[in-house]
């Protein structure tokens, strides 16, 4: 007797009087899913909706409130059941329900026999008459070749990686070369070769993730400085990309891990003349010609003198705004000439040489440039978010 017409009749009218008839006709249920499953997967289909339509036709023939299978089954088993054999049939039932939902899933599952192993043939593990059964037809079946393949969408690069490869772009074409080091740094790279002495607060356990009394996660790019200058001495021209980690809690404008850059130019006769002109074409190049910069004094451990960059506000070209806060000016990096004790640290001599360097956030720039306004969004991986760049 066919499926169909199996759930239009009732229990006694198919002769079960007991709880191990009760079994074998669910499992008859169960065998006859699983088979038309298969059968949509064996027979494929031209094309993603057609394959669509099959699967919400095979859902509709079984689980439509209103004369899908489960229906009838609801209806003439289990409601119409003796009174001793309800318990069963309702247990039955119940379990066959949780499994066939897995036909509502079924258009967007990638192999539906796949599938059709999981739910099926796991659930009737204490059902041994009926696993059995069961096992053979739910063997896997090898998929259809002329399926058409599913779709996998593009990924774009993330938007701190764009702002990062432009400007190294911008300091490849000046002649400079990229350097990288380790995130897990000393803290002799990560301080003491920078002049950062014992008692500096950023030291601190509240500002440094150290990992123990002689390591840390690096706070910042520059013990490649030092690295880079032991290895290749002067003259020496780099940048230096990557991520850096500081005891921070995550809100808008701040990230436990960021991304900086820095550069380092080292050669004889390098002026502070030389940092203004390199930072300020860089400016130009990133933001347009008509941004300006301005030079402030500021003051770093590894650089005599310091100073702060900022540039006219990219949002209203000067004239002050809410994002400059009405000063015409956005603050965006630190720079200086490089401490005679930092070359020396390096093995360079600082009579011979002298040297500017520069430090700045990726994270920041790309956010001043696409015009975020939460750094934590660079790291939730939102699709939606990530998708627009
Ligand atoms: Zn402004």
């Known amino acids: 007797m066919a499926i169909d017409e199996k759930v239009r009749k009732t229990l006694p009218e198919l002769g079960v009087t007991d709880a191990a008839g009760v079994e074998a006709l669910f499992a008859d249920v169960r065998i006859a ?17 057609e394959r669509d339509k099959l699967c919400k036709d095979l859902r509709d023939r079984w689980l439509a409130r209103k004369n899908g299978l489960l229906s009838f089954v609801d209806e003439n088993w289990l409601k ?3 009174k001793e054999l309800k318990p069963f049939v309702g247990r039955y ?9 897995a036909l509502e899933i ?32 739910t063997r896997k079946v090898p998929g259809d070749l002329t399926l058409p393949g599913n779709r996998q969408p593009l990924g774009s690069i ?20 990229i350097e990288s080091g380790p995130e897990i740094e000393s803290t002799y790279y990560n301080f003491d070769a920078l002049n950062i002495p014992e008692s500096h607060p950023s030291r601190d356990d509240w500002d440094t993730l150290y990992i123990d009394s002689k390591t840390v996660l690096r706070t910042h790019t520059s013990p490649v400085q030092i690295r880079s200058m032991e290895k290749y001495g002067a003259p020496l021209h780099i940048i230096i990309p990557g991520k850096c980690y500081r005891h921070d809690s995550p809100d808008a404008s701040h990230s436990p891990m960021f991304h900086q850059i820095e550069g380092l130019a080292i050669d004889s006769d390098i002026t502070f003349a030389d940092l203004k002109g390199t930072l300020d074409f860089f400016a130009k190049k990133l933001f347009g010609e008509k941004i300006r ?24 070209g000067g004239e002050g705004c809410r994002v400059c806060k009405e000063s015409g000016w956005i603050e965006v990096m630190g720079c200086g000439i490089v401490h005679p004790k ?23 720039f790309a956010m001043m440039k696409y015009d975020i306004n939460d750094i934590q969004l660079f790291f939730q991986s939102d699709v939606r978010f990530l998708r627009q760049f």
């Not at 039932?93 to 939902?101: K, M, V, Y």
């Not at 650089?303 to 506000?313: A, H, K, N, Q």
Request: with cysteine; glycine share 8%; hydrophobic share 40%.
């Open 33 to 49: 899913i699983t088979e038309e499953r298969v059968a949509l997967v064996s027979r494929g289909a031209a094309s993603e909706s």
């Open 80 to 82: 119409k059941s003796p």
């Open 93 to 101: 039932f119940n379990s066959l329900r949780q499994e066939s939902a």
């Open 106 to 137: 079924a258009a967007l599952a990638k192999d539906v026999s796949v599938q059709a192993q999981t739910s099926f043939a796991g659930e009737t593990s204490a059902e041994h008459s009926a696993s059995t059964t069961v096992s053979h037809i």
């Open 158 to 177: 993330h938007p701190v990686m764009q702002m990062q490869r432009e400007i190294e772009e911008i300091f490849l074409n000046l002649g400079f070369r």
């Open 293 to 316: 910069t301005r030079f402030q004094p500021s003051f770093f451990p590894f650089t005599e003198p310091s100073g702060e960059v900022s540039i006219s506000c990219i949002f209203c």
């Open 342 to 364: 930092v070359l020396r640290n390096g093995g360079i001599d600082p009579e011979k040489y002298t040297g500017w360097a520069f430090g700045l956030g990726i994270d920041r």
